[in-house]
Structure formats: C-alpha cells, structure tokens
C-alpha cells in the first residue's frame, strides 16, 4: 500500500521561501504522475504544480515564475521549492500522487501541510 507524507509548511515572511517535501512508501514504480494542491477555507482543492514521471511539468498560472515542483525518484521524494511567497499562498498544501501499474486508477493524498504567509 502506498503511504504519501507531506510536510515543511511553516510561517515565513512575505517574499520569503520555503521548501515542501513528499515522501512516499513503496516501490518507485508504483507512482506515475505527482503533483502539489492547495486549498483555501471553504474552497475546493486547486492543482499548484504537477509532474510526470518522466519530469515534465506544471505550474498554475498564480505561482509561475515563483513555483519549481521537482522529484528525486530514487529517493521516494517529490518537492515543492516555492519562492516570492506571498500572503494569498496561505494554504493547506497537500502532496498528490496516481499509482502506476499494477495500481492504474488509485489516487493518494498527504495529511496536508500548512503554509502562512505572513509579518
């Protein structure tokens, strides 16, 4: 079973930076495609940044330029380098990942990491 975990949200400073981290369980090769969401209170979760698991990626168009998601395979991690923070970041992070074969179809969710963007 595959078991994601998320973590080094924090409160940072506007146009400070901090960096996300998702660690998953398992073989590499029961992960296919990743990606970080946010969510805002009483909103539904939005896609941040994705990536393959052949590296290409994604950005929405709020965190282009300030976003970098980026994965280590061979260290069962995935990262969030997030840059020029600002107070509209603050969010619930959460760590995303689809299952390769054998496991096509499954969808795994991290706890949820906060970040708050603040002086």
């Known amino acids: 079973q595959v078991e994601l975990v998320d973590y080094g949200g924090g409160l940072v400073q506007p146009g400070g930076s901090l960096r996300l981290s998702c660690e998953y369980s398992?073989?590499?090769?029961?992960?296919?495609?990743m990606g970080w969401y946010r969510q805002f209170p009483g909103k539904e979760r939005e896609l941040v940044a994705s990536i393959t698991s052949g590296g290409s990626t994604d950005y929405a168009d709020s965190v282009k330029g300030r976003f970098t998601i980026s994965r280590d395979t061979y260290r069962n991690t995935m990262y969030l380098h997030m840059n020029s923070l600002r107070p509209e970041d603050t969010a619930v992070y959460y760590c995303n990942a689809e299952g390769a074969y054998p496991y096509l179809g499954m969808v795994y969710w991290g706890k949820g990491t906060l970040v708050t963007v603040s002086s």
């Open positions: 398992g073989s590499i090769f029961n992960i296919g495609d």
